[in-house]
């Protein structure tokens, strides 16, 4: 590791002070690590990187965690990706395997509308907790995409939603901390907005009467019947089958939903 602080009157070269006097006038501090190239792997130059600071000791804190930075990342790595391409990395490799099938639609969207178009070009490396501060508070306001169906809707998405977004990036940032790309997790810290708690609207006896009556004229009064009674998701609802029901015992067994995906209908075990 070759390291150089100088602020002040002392330079400091691999880390121990040589004692080269610069301007007394010297009003920033500045330091600068690198990596020396290696032989067998990264034939090229040394990767340098530059510090600065108001005083010498806060030149010598942050040389000092660049270099710790240095020692757990992976430099050749790291360049490779913006924050876009790894979100593209992790969800291919990563959550298409630890989701259910039926998220797998709404995270993609999450990714292409949300976070692609805002913070996607960002190095991953360069990825700040206060970009992603400003990146949320942006969608609190704005951050609806205009759609046909939604024009009538508010521009701003909704607290869970915006949390939502946030679980996706820390757990791809989770990722790249660990295959080593970046040094610290920028979604730690971030200040996240607190939950809407909406009181429930439920159908008067009036209306629910009525509905229940032009759902069985319409032949399908058994499933809203059993959604109304049961509390049942959709896709719980929609992958019941003959052998989940013990007439006998008046037992209900949920253990699949089905969810519509890319036009094609999955059922998947819960």
């Not at 792997?41 to 010598?60: F, M, P, S």
């Not at 708690?197 to 319409?218: D, I």
């Not at 007439?247 to 094609?264: I, N, Y």
Request: glycine share 8%; aromatic share 6%.
């Amino acid at each position: 590791m070759l390291c150089r602080c100088k602020g002040g009157d002392t330079t400091w070269q691999n880390a121990e002070p040589t004692g080269r006097a610069i301007s007394e006038n010297a009003r920033t501090a500045a330091g600068r690590a690198g990596t020396p190239p290696d032989t067998t792997q990264r034939r090229g130059k040394a990767i340098y990187r530059n510090v600065l600071g108001r005083t010498q000791a806060e030149a010598r804190a942050k040389l000092k965690q660049a270099i710790e930075e240095a020692k757990i990342v992976d430099q050749t790595k790291a360049k490779k990706y913006t924050v876009g391409e790894w979100m593209d990395v992790w969800f291919e490799n990563y959550a298409k395997v630890k989701v259910r099938p039926s998220s797998h639609q709404t995270y993609r969207g999450y990714i292409d509308n949300h976070i692609k178009p805002s913070i996607g070009k960002v190095p991953l490396g360069k990825l700040t907790s206060l970009e992603l501060q400003k990146f949320y508070k942006k969608l609190l306001s704005s951050g609806r995409v205009d759609r046909i169906e939604s024009k009538h809707q508010s521009k701003s998405l909704s607290p869970k939603t915006v949390r939502n977004l946030h679980q996706i990036i820390a757990s791809a940032m989770k990722l790249a901390k660990e295959q080593k790309l970046i040094a610290t997790d920028p979604t730690e810290g971030c200040a996240l907005p607190k939950l809407e708690h909406k009181e429930m609207k439920t159908l008067p006896v009036e209306q629910l009467a009525s509905f229940l009556r032009e759902a069985k004229e319409s032949g399908v009064f058994e499933l809203y019947y059993m959604e109304l009674t049961t509390g049942l998701r959709r896709g719980e609802l929609l992958g019941l089958k003959w052998e989940d029901l013990d007439l006998e015992k008046g037992d209900l067994r949920v253990k699949r939903q089905a969810a519509e995906a890319m036009e094609h209908v999955l059922s998947g075990s819960l």
